[in-house]
């Protein structure tokens, strides 16, 4: 079965760094970014299913690259992750087209099972055609 | 001319924002440790009692103890803070004051992919009276009205310079500018200080006074 392609990007490089591995671990075929311009240089190349992105960061932050990423692939899923405090802009994201948002620190097993609900096996396949 | 209802609300509003910042950052610290310990899990797991690399484990530790680091860093930021309200007319070396609103403000600055500095050449210890809370709040306004207009790339210096019967402080490197700058000049007028000409700077009295008070 083809592996869900997740792209991680979180100022935050350890965070980075151990989530891809963990959903790795897991199946998945995770990269990580720290920075917003770094991820959208790798989507234009790579393709991917669903990208993981903190709202809030130096540069472009999620809110900035979310619009950008449904105009451009319109079939990838967009999941916003942020800080406790920051759930007006996880909304605001979510009416700029991200599918969830996840609240850090977050529950391994919930993303698992959000990126297999958008990006598993049948949806998947419909994104890609 | 200063509104008290503003300074008040400037003063919250400073508070509210150290807060919030601060408690961010311990969240990012946490959504770290929670992350690498599950690593730790899922490689033990993925082992399946096999023994696990110690070097990749001896790093992750490593990572962890880091995290750590940074976490006892915020909360000593945090408490001090706590702290600048115990007393409202104390010495305060200017030196530390600047230091610590510099720490403050170090993650407005990273959103900004801005680089803070300071200078405390000929104040080194010179010592201001008042209240810490209060010099503290006109400094962090000081650096987020020079962060707000700041390019990415900018690095801001705030320096403090010892000057007849009080502190002469400057922000060089942006100029600053909107709403900040506004409640900065009120807080300085209101604490017994002048505004000087070169935009961001601000000459303080040896004895501050408590704005809005």
Redesign the interface.
């Known amino acids: 079965m083809e592996k869900i392609r997740v792209i991680i990007v979180d ?2 490089e ?2 980075v760094q ?2 891809a ?2 959903l790795k ?2 199946g998945f075929d995770a990269r990580g970014f720290t920075t917003g311009a770094e991820a959208m240089k790798d989507m234009e190349s790579n393709a991917f299913d669903v990208a993981l992105l903190d709202v ?4 472009l932050g999620g809110l900035d690259i979310i619009a950008d990423i449904k105009r451009r692939w319109p079939e990838r899923q967009v999941i916003l992750l942020t ?3 920051s759930a007006e802009d996880a909304e605001k994201g979510m009416r700029l087209g991200a599918c969830h948002y996840l609240m ?3 529950h ?1 097993e919930q993303l698992v099972e959000i990126l297999q609900q958008v990006a598993g096996p049948g949806q998947k396949e419909q994104g890609d055609e | 001319m200063s509104d008290p209802g503003e300074l008040l609300r400037g003063h919250l509003g400073f508070w509210g924002a150290v807060c ?1 910042s601060i ?2 950052e311990m ?2 610290v ?3 440790l ?3 310990a ?2 730790m899990q ?2 033990l797991a ?1 082992a399946g009692g096999q023994a696990v690399d110690g070097q990749k484990t001896a790093a992750t530790l490593g ?1 962890m103890g ?2 750590l680091e940074r976490a006892r860093r915020l909360m000593g930021l945090l408490n001090r803070f706590g702290h600048s309200v115990d007393d409202f007319d104390t010495s305060i070396e200017v030196s530390e004051a600047v230091e610590q609103a510099l720490a403050l403000c170090r993650r407005f600055a ?4 801005c680089e803070l500095e300071s200078e405390v050449a000929a104040a080194g210890r010179y010592i201001i009276s008042g209240s810490p809370f209060v010099l503290l709040h006109i400094l962090f306004r000081a650096l987020r009205a020079g962060l707000e207009q700041a390019p ?1 790339g900018t690095q801001l210096l705030l320096r403090a310079t010892a000057a007849e019967q009080g502190c002469c402080f400057e922000v060089i490197g942006a100029t600053p500018t909107g709403d900040e700058v506004r409640l900065l000049e009120q807080l300085v007028v209101a604490s017994g200080g002048r505004l000087l000409d070169q935009p961001g700077s601000f000459w303080l009295p040896a004895r501050l006074r408590f704005p809005g008070a």
């Open positions: 100022d935050e350890e965070f151990a989530l591995e963990r671990l897991r809030r960061m130096p540069g800080g406790h405090g850090k620190p977050i391994i | 919030r408690s961010h969240n990012n946490t959504a770290i929670i992350e690498l599950g690593l899922d490689r993925a990572r880091t995290q990273d959103l900004k992919k990415a």
